[in-house]
C-alpha cells in the first residue's frame, strides 16, 4: 500500500513539475492578454482540434491545415484578444540589427496570420514575434498579404522546375534571409 501511495506522490510531483515548467515558458513567451487557444511548445490546449499523441506517445496540437492555399503550419501560440486571434512565434535568436524581422520569420508569421484566418473565420490583426531581446509587433496588412500570396504563387511554380534562380534584385531580402549562408545567389 505504501509503495502504491509513494509512486502516487512521485507522480504528482511530476505532474506539477511539467505544469510549473510549462507556465515558466508560457510567461517567458510574453503573450498579449487573452485566451490561449493554441500551443505548440510542450503546453498543449486542444482548443481548436482533439489533441493528437506522436510516435513517443506526447500530446500535440493539431496542424492548422489550409487546402485552399496549400499551407500546413504549426503556430507557437494563438491567443484570442479583443481584437482577434495573435499568432505569436518565440525565437531563439535575437533580433536583426535594422530592428525589421528577418524576411523569412515575417513571411512565416504572415503564412500563421492567413491559416489562422481560413481555419477559424476569425479576424487576425497582427501576429507577434519575440525575439531573445525584443519583440516585434507585424500587422496583417492587405500588403503583407499580398507579399505572402504572391510568394506561395513563386514557390508553387518554383517546385515544378529544377534549378531554381534569384528572382529579385533587392539585396535587403537577402540580408535578412535564413537561406544566406547556403544561397550561391545572395546579394
Ligand atoms: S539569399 Fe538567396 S534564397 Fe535568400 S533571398 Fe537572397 S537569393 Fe533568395
Known amino acids: 500500500m505504501i509503495w502504491l501511495l509513494s509512486a502516487i506522490v512521485v507522480l504528482l ?16 513567451s ?12 510542450g503546453f498543449p490546449i486542444g482548443h481548436l482540434a482533439p489533441l493528437s499523441v506522436d510516435e513517443h ?10 487546402k485552399r492555399y496549400g499551407l500546413v503550419g504549426r503556430p507557437d501560440y494563438l491567443v484570442r484578444t479583443r481584437e482577434g ?23 512565416q508569421l504572415a503564412a500563421y496570420c492567413l491559416l489562422v484566418e481560413e481555419t477559424t473565420g476569425a479576424r ?21 498579404r499580398e507579399e505572402l500570396l504572391a510568394l506561395l504563387e513563386e514557390m508553387r511554380e518554383a517546385r515544378a522546375v529544377e534549378i531554381v534562380h534569384r528572382s529579385h534584385n533587392d539585396s535587403r531580402r537577402c540580408t ?8 550561391e545567389e545572395a546579394l
Open 13 to 28: 510531483i511530476c505532474a506539477l513539475a511539467a505544469y510549473t515548467k510549462a507556465r515558466a515558458s508560457l510567461k517567458r
Open 30 to 41: 510574453g503573450l498579449p492578454r487573452g485566451k490561449l487557444l493554441y500551443g505548440d511548445t
Open 57 to 66: 506517445g506526447t500530446r500535440q496540437e493539431r496542424p492548422l491545415i489550409s
Open 85 to 107: 486571434i495573435v499568432p505569436v512565434e518565440a525565437k531563439s535568436g535575437n533580433c536583426p540589427a535594422s530592428g525589421r524581422p528577418y524576411a523569412s520569420n515575417l513571411m
Open 124 to 144: 487576425v490583426p497582427y501576429g507577434l514575434i519575440r525575439y531573445n531581446d525584443r519583440e516585434i509587433e507585424v500587422e496583417f496588412t492587405a500588403n503583407l
Open 176 to 183: 535578412g534571409c535564413s537561406m544566406r549562408g547556403v544561397c
